[in-house]
């Protein structure tokens, strides 16, 4: 028996239990091992496959793809050091929920603990950062194994899919010879049955016990990364009370009528925290990038503090008892919405919103830092129905406390699960393979999150999206740190890496620009929006004038008398 022919059809049985559960998307990397899996995801019809020759690199752009289209994505790779390549996006998407299906081809037994060649212990490689991990047995002809691997497809989709979404690993030891001696042309298409995931809702006794402790007593809606349903607002509209919209969690940019943006600065006045002291919080998704807000939350010692969460993990924080709801946001907001509410008197969700008008007031007046400048003129300057992708450190801050509110669909992305800067541009690769809205696809990191994923503008380069390049010399971040004290704070924090971007730019075939003021970057901007293919404009930041201007901004609150 053709012991190739074997290894493809039991990889073609794997894969094809995944497509019949709804596997729409394959990202591979090249190796000899793997070779069976790689087969067997070209020739299935219904998977469309992504080369990434960087496992790092390819699994991050799985986890972009997952993040954009909420689908579970597989992931293949040969053995050895190449799977241990795929942990830190393994870990993003654990801390976010996202569906990766990992499947990492192996050394069969007698090859393992005899010093064979790229052999390591591959048999649960990722520990708790995976829902669950299946090792396999060697590819075998039984017709009872095939269909039992076909069963193994669907129930690895289910495990990675919400309520308790994540990754799984299945680990596949594959004897040579890899490649068969007659390759089939392809292979038939799957019968699709794609699972449907529980919408979890409270029971009617809970949903009047919280109905009772909402209404007509002041609360605030936290809504973190994730937290996107658009019944969130008509939530906060029925109860009178504000909706404190993170950036990242979808509700910020969909409506002004709640939602409140500038929190970050006004709640750095302690007196103006303890002025808005709430009776309840009602938390959705995440936590908020904003440390002010943080310790608004931290503070409310005395509310009753809920976090709905699908999957019921427990979010309590120190000296703050917090309450799991485990239920879906749009299921719960229907919920609640389905009854008689009474609303909050205006005067509560009014003195949140002046406080924020304050803000924006402030902002339009006054000098603020360039990036804070490029942010608020690119979310002007968007079409509607476009996508931005923040990095961490200064730019999802900047963001968060700058932008605003806009009535404009702009969906917004992050790796804020674990917040790392390593894969931010594969990640960004990714979620431009499968945006679908009519807009732009715009992303913006520092230079050290672009240094640490500069391989992926071999993904990005033939992507229609533009690329702004926030170049403070180093961990800008750090200038508002006490790190920037210590004496060896330049080499070992802020860590300036100095490179000709212009020449990494053309080394991969992409456009590129580079401004130092305001007034050039908004004409090269509108060049870049109405033109196709990856464009990169590199800002070069002033950095001690961002800290002293953004130090100005945030002192009036500091010192805030009404």
């Not at 190796?31 to 699994?59: C, K, M």
């Not at 690119?378 to 509110?405: E, K």
């Amino acid at each position: 028996m053709d012991q190739g022919r074997i290894n493809l059809n039991w990889c073609e049985s794997l894969l094809r239990g995944l497509v019949s559960a709804g596997l729409k998307q394959i990202v591979i990397s090249p190796g000899s091992r793997n070779t069976p899996l790689t087969l067997a995801g070209l020739l299935l019809p219904q998977l469309h496959h992504h080369v990434a020759v960087d496992e790092r690199s390819a699994a991050f752009l799985a986890l972009g793809i997952a993040m954009e289209s909420g689908e579970p994505v597989a992931l293949v790779c040969t053995s050895g050091s190449a799977v241990a390549n795929w942990l830190p996006a393994v870990v993003e998407a654990n801390r976010r929920q996202l569906p990766l299906l990992l499947l990492s081809a192996d050394r069969p037994w007698e090859l393992q603990q005899c010093q064979a060649n790229q052999t390591i212990d591959q048999v649960k490689l990722f520990g708790e950062q995976v829902r669950a991990f299946h090792q396999l047995g060697p590819a075998e002809a039984s017709e009872t194994a095939l269909r039992r691997l076909q069963a193994l497809g669907r129930e690895l989709v289910r495990e990675a899919s919400r309520p308790c979404g994540g990754p799984v690993h299945v680990n596949l030891p594959l004897r040579e010879p890899l490649v068969p001696y007659r390759l089939p042309r392809s292979l038939s298409p799957v019968a699709v049955q794609s699972h449907l995931p529980p919408r979890l809702s409270l029971q009617d006794a809970g949903r009047q016990l919280l109905n009772t402790s909402l209404a007509g007593k002041k609360g605030v809606i936290v809504c973190g990364q994730d937290a996107y349903c658009k019944e969130l607002t008509e939530l906060g509209m029925a109860l009178g009370v504000p909706v404190l919209a993170d950036p990242l969690s979808g509700q910020r940019f969909l409506s002004t009528a709640t939602a409140i943006s500038h929190y970050d600065l006004f709640l750095r006045s302690p007196s103006q925290r303890e002025q808005l002291s709430a009776e309840w919080v009602l938390h959705f998704g995440a936590m908020p990038v904003s440390r002010a807000l943080q310790d608004y939350l931290d503070e409310q010692t005395v509310a009753r503090h809920w976090w709905v969460d699908e999957s019921g993990r427990s979010m309590d924080r120190p000296g703050v008892s917090v309450e799991t709801l485990q239920a879906s946001p749009a299921a719960l907001c229907a919920q609640l919405l389905s009854a008689d509410l009474e609303p909050l008197a205006p005067a509560w969700k009014e003195q949140w919103k002046e406080l924020d008008r304050q803000v924006e007031q402030q902002l339009q007046t006054q000098s603020l830092p360039l990036e804070a400048c490029v942010i608020r003129h690119v979310l002007q300057a968007l079409p509607d129905q476009s996508l931005l992708f923040i990095g961490n450190s200064l730019s999802v801050r900047f963001l968060d406390a700058y932008s605003g509110t806009l009535n404009k669909a702009i969906t917004v992305h992050g790796n804020r699960g674990a917040s790392g800067i390593d894969g931010n541009l594969s990640t960004l690769a990714g979620i431009s393979r499968v945006f679908q809205g009519r807009g732009k696809v715009l992303g913006i990191i520092g230079d050290l999150a672009f240094f640490h994923d500069m391989n992926a503008l071999a993904l990005a380069r033939d992507q229609d999206m533009i690329l702004l390049l926030l170049n403070n010399q180093g961990g800008g971040i750090f200038d508002f740190l006490p790190q920037r004290v210590l004496p060896e704070y330049e080499a070992c924090w802020r860590t300036p890496v100095p490179l000709e971007h212009r020449h990494i730019a053309r080394a991969f075939g992409v456009g590129y620009h580079q401004v130092s003021d305001r007034g050039t970057f908004a004409e090269v901007f509108a060049s870049a929006r109405d033109n196709r293919g990856m464009q990169l404009i590199e800002i070069v930041v002033d950095s001690g004038q961002t800290r002293q201007l953004h130090d100005a901004v945030v002192a009036r609150w500091l010192d805030y008398q009404e």
